[in-house]
Each structure stands twice: as C-alpha cells, then as structure tokens.
C-alpha cells in the first residue's frame, strides 16, 4: 500500500503560480510513474499531467502545455506540478497518482492509476 500526500494548492490571482506537491510514503515510489488530475466542480476528473517512472518521460493535457511541469525527484519520494500562468479555469481540487505498471501505456487514463492522493484545492481568482 502506498498513501499519497499532496500540498502546496491555495487561492492565487489569474497569471501567478503554484507548485504542488506529491510526496509518498515507501520509497517504492520511485518505481512508479505519477500524473497528476484534477477535478472541478460538476466536472469529470480530467488529466493534466503523468511522469514515468525515471522522469524521462513527460505528457501534458493540451490545455496545461506549455504552462505546467511536472517533474520527479525520486530521492525525496516526491513528485512536483509547476503552474505557471494560472487560469480561473484551472481552478479545480488536484489529485496526484500513482501507476505501479511498468509498461505505463495510457498516461492520461484514471482508470490505470493505483493509488491516489487525498487531492488539494486550487482557486485561481480572476
């Protein structure tokens, strides 16, 4: 079992920035490839953003490129969502995950993911 922690979401004016975090309770982690999706109210939770597991390899919702980054630092077990140019359509409870799947063959697919975090709000004001 791996318990998935988020931190770092808040209140934040439209064009400021956030970074949150992913951090995971076995070291197994580093293992494991990581997206991150988000849910607005009313709204089916959608994919924003996935990792592999050696941080190689990265994909992004077309609505977040550019804008967002995730990245992976696996000595800290520890997975990180750079948002930048925040939208009030970003606004959304974002939840990280984990894929314990080597083959990692659908990123943006929820439904391949095996954990998941407790998710942390984001509002971005306009």
């Known amino acids: 079992q791996v318990q998935l922690v988020e931190s770092g979401g808040g209140l934040v004016q439209a064009g400021g920035s956030l970074r949150l975090s992913c951090t995971a309770s076995r070291r197994t982690f580093s293992n494991y490839a990581v997206g991150w999706f988000r849910q607005a109210p009313g709204k089916e939770r959608e994919f924003v953003a996935a990792?592999?597991?050696?941080?190689?390899?990265?994909y992004y919702a077309d609505s977040v490129k550019g804008r967002f980054t995730i990245s992976k630092d696996n000595a800290k077990n520890t997975v990180y969502l750079q948002m930048n140019s925040l939208k009030p359509e970003d606004t959304a409870v974002y939840y990280c995950?984990?894929?314990?799947?080597?083959?990692?063959?659908?990123?943006?697919?929820?439904?391949?993911?095996?954990?998941w975090g407790q998710g942390t709000q984001v509002t971005v004001s306009s």
């Open positions: 990792i592999s597991w050696s941080g190689g390899n990265t």
């Open positions: 995950a984990a894929d314990t799947n080597p083959s990692f063959a659908r990123p943006s697919t929820r439904y391949d993911y095996d954990y």
